[in-house]
Each structure stands twice: as C-alpha cells, then as structure tokens.
C-alpha cells in the first residue's frame, strides 16, 4: 500500500469532528489493506511506531527536503526505513540517521512527507488513537468491540491484533488468551473521595494498602522468570530479587499482579523517585541492588499451573494467591464481607497505612472480575490529597535562581479525540535534583522553541496534587487546577494512561473565581 493512502485518509479523519465518520474512514483502509501491511497501517494511523521512538530529533526533522513529484512510497519501505533509524548506533550515528531520514522524505510527497514528521515526532493529531481505531478495525473485520478489546487486552497490541483478525476474522480471535510470558495490560482503578464512598459503591469488598511504588506483572515458566512494567516493558535483568523470589515459590507456571518498593531501615517505603530510579538504571544492577533492594508485594494472581483466572472474582483469585505466595510477600489487606458493619474498621486501616507511609488504601469489590487494561468501577483507590496524572505539553524558560532551567509546566489532560486539554501550569513542588532531571528530559522531547516556551512532544507523564478545581475562560476545557503542584513524574505510565478530561471534571468544580491565586504558577 503506497504511504500516500495513509496520509490522505489521516488528513481527512484530522478535518471530521464526528467519531463515527473517523471510524467509517478508517475502517474503508483498514479492509482495503493488504493483510501482511495491516498491522503497520494500524498503527501508523494510531500514531505509532513499531519500533517505538526512532531517535531522531525535532532539529532534523525541521530541515526542509525537497519533495518526490509523485507518490511511490510504500508502507513497507517506510518500515524498513525507520527500522534501519532506529538500529543505528556508534559512531557516526547522528550523520547516518540524517542521511537516511533524508532519503526517506526525498522519496515522499509534500503531503506524504508532512505526514511521516508527523508520525516521527510522535506528533499525529488526526483524533484517530486507539478507541477510535480499534472500532475502526472492529468495523473493517466485522468482529464485535467487545472481543477485539479483550483479545488485544490479553495479546498485546492493537496493531498485532487487528492484523490477526483482519486476515482472519472473528476466528483470529480466539488465538488471544493468557498465556505464562506475554505480558498483559494490567487492570486499573477509579478513584473514590473517601473510605466510605468507595464500601458504600462496592458492597462485599476488600481493602488493600495502595503501594507507592513500580507495578510489575511477574511470568514464570519452569525456571524461566520475566517481570514487566505496567507498560509491558521488560525488566527482568534489573530485578534479581523479583526473580529469586518468583523462583522460591512452589508453582512452576503463574503470572502474578503487584508491586514493588524499597524499604528503608527503619521498614517505611523510600520515594517513589528513589524506586524509579533503581528500576530505570540498566547498569551494573548487582551495585544498584545494594544500594536500594526493592521488594515485591503482590495482590492479585492471573494464571496458575496453566489456567487463566482473569475471569474468575477476586475472592477466588485471592485464595489461589494466599496458597502459592507466603504472607509477607502479599499486600496487606482486610476483608469487608459487610461494608457497614466494617466501617470503623476500614477507616482504622485507612489511618494505619497513611501511618506506615503508603499512598492510601485500594478498595476492590470481592465478585469483580479482573479487567485488564480496563479502569473500572469495581477497584477505587482512595488517597488523601487530590491527584491527577498529566501530560507536560510545554515548559517555559526559568528565569532568577532557575535561569538556564526548564521550570514552569503546562499541563493537560486527556481529550475524547485524541488531543489533549490544558488544565494550567505550575512550577511548585520541583526540588533543584527535579528541576535538573526535567531540563533534560523535556529537552529530548521538544519540537518547538521560541525562546521563552519549549513544546515538546506529549509523553512525560506528572502526578500533580491540587485543591480543587475552579471554572476558567483562559483554557478549552472551561477549568482550571487551583495550587497546583509536582508530586513527581511517572515513568512508569504512558501518555495514553493519563487521566482524561471528563474524569477530571467528574472531580467537580468550585464557586472561585477565575484569575484567582494559583490558578497559574508562574516563575
């Protein structure tokens, strides 16, 4: 399929506000799509390399390139090209990943080449982003959403999947299961404003200490262990301690749902920064592990001795973990079998946890089902302080003590079609080791600079606490954030699994007046 298809039919979903003429356009390309190119058109229409970031910069991008008189350029050859980019390293290999990205865009059309430093940079703003494109494929292949959801939930990507059922329909399907060492998107939580709410909603229920630390879904097969990020990501090699104890248990073939964290001297969690840290740090890890040992926690049990449990509730799956993991290696927990007779019990666990420096409490209805890659009503995680995770749009120069610092963030939240919302800014909460961490990591990610403000692609996930929301003019979404402020960022999610804007508003708003103090932090 030649790539001027693609640009075309992204242009045309970017020029439609409705979601159902997105989907009817993209479902047309998707079926006409040869079946071994599917999965990358998916993708490339999804807003996404295979390949993941290629490592070329918003500088080459930039530079002009004269433009192909007409369209030859193939999908196929586009992902040999940008494999060939992401396989450079050594010496030499900034010249060559500017003499292929060159011969590239030389080869494309003006349209085509707008579209491909689009998709490069990560930039794609057609609104056609996974739920669109996986109703689009459900269309094209004449499956249920209901099922291609759950295959792609248990199979991994959407793009892999769509690919599946395109050239073999609702069959295809059937091939997406559990199995022990493919990872699987985790189940995640609504939030609820207090204990009480979230009893009150979920009726029989259990309340666990929510960790402060990286979640990690843990595989083994025999001897073989692999431990996965939330993101999927592989990080078996730097987690020894994971695996020796994954390796101690008396099953041989399981997938285990947790968390880990470092404990200090004294047994309270260290930082979550600290944590991210120690997990992010591929270099000598005998070293690392003595200066931070982490030490998982578990909560939830997936698969055990070949059969899958996602399926069966959470009472069940917690007896099947109780039997293969020992006490001090799961999460604290308490059982409410009667929410109103437990009440003052809770609100004591609640108090106990705080106490011991956890996040909070995770409340999880007892006959819930494990939906994975699904925030669901029937797991709510209660903290005492209001959080949102954003996606850093742009940063604004520092000027005084932070002058040469990227220092105040703009951020947004998620929007229905793909974009996102910009809620406010704020630069409070940055220590000067936060300032300098940021600076560089926003630095690889800008793709505009006027001097005063650097855009930068939306990847970079923050946690930001704030007291309340309050009605604004100054933004698209109509709020504001009030005292916003840094709590940390969170490597360990996606821009995907940033917070959208109707959960944002489902927080509610205030009675403050817009302009208001902390509306905007500025430097």
């Not at 840094?486 to 205030?510: I, N």
């Given at each position: 399929?030649?790539?001027?298809?693609?640009?075309?039919?992204?242009?045309?979903?970017?020029?439609?506000?409705?979601?159902?003429?997105?989907?009817?356009?993209?479902?047309?390309?998707?079926?006409?799509?040869?079946?071994?190119?599917?999965?990358?058109?998916?993708?490339?229409?999804?807003?996404?390399?295979?390949?993941?970031?290629?490592?070329?910069?918003?500088?080459?991008?930039?530079?002009?390139?004269?433009?192909?008189?007409?369209?030859?350029?193939?999908?196929?050859?586009?992902?040999?090209?940008?494999?060939?980019?992401?396989?450079?390293?050594?010496?030499?290999?900034?010249?060559?990943?500017?003499?292929?990205?060159?011969?590239?865009?030389?080869?494309?059309?003006?349209?085509?080449?707008?579209?491909?430093?689009?998709l490069l940079s990560g930039e794609v703003r057609q609104g056609a982003l996974d739920?669109?494109?996986?109703?689009?494929?459900?269309?094209?292949?004449?499956?249920?959403?209901?099922?291609?959801?759950?295959?792609?939930?248990?199979?991994?990507?959407?793009?892999?999947?769509?690919?599946?059922?395109?050239?073999?329909?609702?069959?295809?399907?059937?091939?997406?299961?559990?199995?022990?060492?493919?990872?699987?998107?985790?189940?995640?939580?609504?939030?609820?404003?207090?204990?009480?709410?979230?009893?009150?909603?979920?009726?029989?229920?259990?309340?666990?200490?929510?960790?402060?630390?990286?979640?990690?879904?843990?595989?083994?097969?025999?001897?073989?262990?692999?431990?996965?990020?939330?993101?999927?990501?592989?990080?078996?090699?730097?987690?020894?301690?994971?695996?020796?104890?994954?390796?101690?248990?008396?099953?041989?073939?399981?997938?285990?749902?947790?968390?880990?964290?470092?404990?200090?001297?004294?047994?309270?969690?260290?930082?979550?920064?600290?944590?991210?840290?120690?997990?992010?740090?591929r270099t000598d890890v005998a070293a690392a592990r003595l200066a931070l040992p982490?030490?998982?926690?578990?909560?939830?049990?997936?698969?055990?001795?070949?059969?899958?449990?996602?399926?069966?509730?959470?009472?069940?799956?917690?007896?099947?973990?109780?039997?293969?993991?020992?006490?001090?290696?799961?999460?604290?927990?308490?059982?409410?079998?009667?929410?109103?007779?437990?009440?003052?019990?809770?609100?004591?666990?609640?108090?106990?946890?705080?106490?011991?420096?956890?996040?909070?409490v995770m409340v999880k209805g007892l006959d819930s089902l494990y939906a994975a890659?699904?925030?669901?009503?029937?797991?709510?995680?209660?903290?005492?302080?209001?959080?949102?995770?954003?996606?850093?749009?742009?940063?604004?120069?520092?000027?005084?003590?932070?002058?040469?610092?990227?220092?105040?963030?703009?951020?947004?939240?998620?929007?229905?079609?793909?974009?996102?919302?910009?809620?406010?800014?704020?630069?409070?909460?940055?220590?000067?080791?936060?300032?300098?961490?940021?600076?560089?990591?926003?630095?690889?990610?800008?793709?505009?600079?006027?001097?005063?403000?650097?855009?930068?692609?939306?990847?970079?996930?923050?946690?930001?606490?704030?007291?309340?929301?309050?009605?604004?003019?100054?933004?698209?979404?109509?709020?504001?954030?009030?005292?916003?402020?840094?709590?940390?960022?969170?490597?360990?999610?996606?821009?995907?699994?940033?917070?959208?804007?109707?959960?944002?508003?489902?927080?509610?708003?205030?009675?403050?007046?817009?302009?208001?103090?902390?509306?905007?932090?500025?430097?």
């Amino acid at each position: 399929m030649l790539l001027a298809e693609v640009a075309r039919v992204s242009r045309e979903v970017a020029g439609t506000p409705a979601r159902s003429e997105k989907i009817a356009l993209l479902a047309a390309l998707f079926a006409a799509a040869p079946a071994d190119e599917a999965a990358l058109v998916v993708s490339y229409l999804a807003g996404r390399l295979p390949q993941g970031r290629p490592g070329v910069g918003w500088r080459a991008l930039s530079a002009q390139s004269a433009a192909a008189a007409e369209a030859t350029l193939t999908v196929r050859a586009v992902d040999g090209a940008v494999t060939a980019l992401a396989g450079v390293a050594g010496a030499g290999a900034q010249g060559e990943r500017r003499r292929i990205l060159a011969e590239l865009l030389g080869a494309a059309t003006e349209q085509e080449q707008r579209f491909l430093r689009s998709l490069l940079s990560g930039e794609v703003r057609q609104g056609a982003l996974d739920a669109v494109a996986l109703a689009a494929v459900a269309e094209a292949a004449g499956v249920a959403q209901t099922g291609l959801r759950r295959a792609v939930m248990l199979g991994g990507s959407l793009p892999e999947v769509a690919g599946a059922v395109l050239a073999g329909g609702a069959e295809a399907l059937g091939g997406f299961v559990l199995r022990v060492g493919r990872p699987v998107q985790p189940m995640l939580a609504n939030t609820a404003k207090s204990v009480a709410e979230a009893l009150a909603a979920l009726g029989p229920c259990a309340v666990e200490e929510k960790l402060d630390g990286i979640r990690v879904q843990v595989h083994r097969d025999g001897d073989v262990v692999g431990v996965y990020t939330r993101s999927l990501d592989e990080i078996t090699d730097r987690l020894p301690e994971v695996v020796e104890l994954a390796r101690s248990l008396p099953g041989d073939r399981f997938v285990l749902d947790g968390e880990v964290i470092g404990l200090g001297a004294d047994g309270r969690p260290v930082p979550f920064q600290e944590v991210a840290s120690r997990v992010g740090s591929r270099t000598d890890v005998a070293a690392a592990r003595l200066a931070l040992p982490l030490t998982p926690f578990f909560f939830d049990l997936l698969a055990v001795e070949g059969e899958a449990l996602p399926d069966l509730p959470v009472r069940e799956r917690y007896a099947a973990l109780a039997a293969l993991v020992p006490e001090g290696a799961r999460v604290r927990r308490l059982v409410a079998e009667d929410p109103v007779a437990a009440g003052a019990d809770a609100a004591a666990f609640w108090s106990a946890a705080l106490a011991r420096g956890h996040e909070g409490v995770m409340v999880k209805g007892l006959d819930s089902l494990y939906a994975a890659g699904r925030r669901g009503k029937h797991w709510l995680k209660v903290k005492p302080v209001h959080t949102l995770d954003l996606v850093v749009l742009a940063v604004e120069r520092g000027h005084g003590r932070r002058t040469g610092l990227l220092s105040n963030l703009h951020l947004g939240a998620r929007a229905a079609d793909g974009t996102h919302v910009m809620l406010g800014k704020t630069f409070k909460g940055l220590t000067d080791e936060l300032l300098r961490w940021q600076t560089a990591r926003l630095g690889e990610l800008a793709v505009e600079d006027d001097g005063h403000t650097v855009r930068v692609r939306p990847e970079l996930v923050v946690e930001i606490a704030y007291d309340g929301l309050q009605r604004s003019p100054r933004y698209p979404g109509g709020v504001a954030l009030r005292f916003a402020r840094v709590v940390r960022y969170r490597p360990d999610k996606s821009a995907a699994e940033a917070d959208t804007l109707e959960h944002v508003l489902a927080q509610g708003v205030g009675t403050a007046a817009a302009g208001a103090a902390g509306e905007d932090a500025a430097d």
